[in-house]
């Protein structure tokens, strides 16, 4: 019998994840390789120098790999989006934490190097970059789910465990809170 | 700035890419020991009853978390005999080999304490063979391990070989990957075509060139058709057209072997899918299914979205669910009237069991639930109601007694359990029960939510 359709097709196969779930080292591999871009999307946005996002995120997976066992009874719940919410929680405890310790705000990420990109493009990634900073933790974190990994507001509501309604509330609030900060800044 | 604009900065923020080898940093970080449990079938355990959080309108869910299972056995080897070893990988006995295993999550251990074992070992650091002169670890290949008689009659070997072939008691062959092989002396990591000598009383060595000789001596002794037993001379005097057919014999022994082994992974392979496509589905369940999941003391419930404060939507379900807009509509007109049928069933006995009429009505049909299974007698939880549900769904109790018998908290489990049911057959007077029934399995069960309750109930 085939193993009923799961999801969206990008998500990986049911036979790679009951290898990794068994602690099948190339099926984990293949699991990390499938999902480590939106992690490193994820925390870098959220906040993260490079090599605070290299920690996070291998600490992100390595917690997946412990607690893989359990998703399996998880039905229909999207693995994507189980991994972005271990990688959400683990960035929003790590700023939390540093804030506890630094009494200061937090930096904004550092931009990525890319030369050839447009300067006025560059300029206004690097003005969002900033902005995105100011959100307060739970707006940043509803914003990005959103925005760069089109989750819908039931995800994010479980993600950041609050009711839908409040899910769309901090999306929208960050939203207009954005356009107050980029206004300011790009004049 | 208006949202398309917005849209447009924020797609300007780019992002850091992994690095290239980001992946092998964290398999390589990742603990080697640590278990990767899965339900085994039987095994005894708390009853821990999660139900799906949120169940309002996303396809909700509930876990619970199992101990390892562990597949253990024993094979003394009368004739060539093929071992799955639950997953890990495939072993395949020759006549005279002895050998114990246990598996247990993603670690394989096994004994072999007699005889010729040829592996082919799912890639992992997990998988050992003790032998009594030492261990092999392996990390994904095909090796075989044989494990020398002392006993047996210097005749076997040939010529200065026997000496080596005595002295070393188990001889290790690397066909695939990589085996590290060690024992309170000393380790040696071999590779392909590589082979070594274990002997208890020193460190692991590579097979010398006399060694290898006794072997593929020994071997083409064991195959060649007159016996098993080749002494020197009869080696020596073979001509080149003997030794030719020896050759053939290993080879097709070889190819039989590879055979049997992909026939055997594809078994497993077969398995894996099966047991998933098991794992994730609530409708429709085979007579077979339901009886395994009753004895594992497992209750799946699959729902429309009816335990929120308000009725679900259908929402993005009707894409996959390939509805049309006139079902649509059907649709969620049965799940409003399902989630008022709910609120109403769950209100009354929640008040019976309380008597709180007023905190009734501020409740949502999920906290409802949830109130009223805290409720429970004191000699019939929650877990031994939910077992005896899903032992009648296989047949293996008899059906419930009058309502009047039960407790609140019993009717409650029932309604909630049987909300997939009703469901359907509201859906089959609207839209036929063929439609119902091919909706609700269209994904499985029905998509919005699920829970699967476990545990034995002997330990509530």
Known sequence: ?187 | MTDEELDEALASYEALEPPADFADRVVSAAPADEPAPTAPPRTRRRWLAWVAAGALAAAAATVALWPAPVEEGALDADARTSVALAGRGVAVAEAGASLRWRVEGASAEIEQSAGDVFYRAEPSERFRVQTPAGEVRVRGTCFRVEVLDMNVSPQLFVGAAAGAALAGAVLVTVYEGEVAVGNAHGELVLGPGERATLDPARAPRPADDDAEARDEAERAGRDAPGGPAVDEDALAAMDEDALRGRVRALSARDRERAQEIERLRGLLGDADLQADASEARFFPASPAELRQWAEACQLRVDMPPVMGMEAGRVGAHAETLGLSPEEVEVIQAAIDEAHASMAEDLRALYVEATGDARGAAHLSPQALFAELRDKAPRDEGPGLIMNRIARERAGLAPPPGPELEQSPTERAIRRYASAGDDFQARLAQALGPERAHALRAADGGWPWSHSIFSGCPDED
Do not use: N
């Open chain 1, 1 to 187: 019998m085939a193993a009923p359709a799961r999801g969206p097709d990008d998500e990986l196969d049911e036979l790679t994840l009951a290898r990794a779930r068994r602690g099948d080292p190339e099926a984990q591999r293949a699991l990390v390789l499938r999902y480590q871009r939106p992690v490193f999307a994820l925390l870098h946005r959220f906040g993260g120098t490079r090599e605070g996002v290299e920690d996070l995120a291998q600490e992100t997976f390595l917690r997946v790999f412990r607690e893989l066992p359990g998703f399996r009874s998880q039905g229909r719940a999207r693995l994507s989006t189980w991994i972005l919410t271990v990688a959400t929680r683990l960035a929003i405890d790590a700023k939390r934490r540093a804030e506890v310790r630094a009494r200061h705000r937090p930096e904004p990420p550092e931009p990525v190097a890319t030369p050839d990109r447009d300067v006025s493009r560059r300029r206004l990634g690097e003005a969002v970059s900033r902005a995105i900073a100011e959100l307060p933790e739970p707006q940043r974190a509803a914003l990005l789910l959103r925005a760069y990994h089109d989750r819908s507001y039931r995800e994010i509501a479980d993600a950041l465990e609050c009711d839908v309604g409040t899910a769309k509330s901090r999306v929208g609030r960050a939203r207009q809170r954005l356009r107050e900060l980029l206004k300011e800044e790009m004049g």
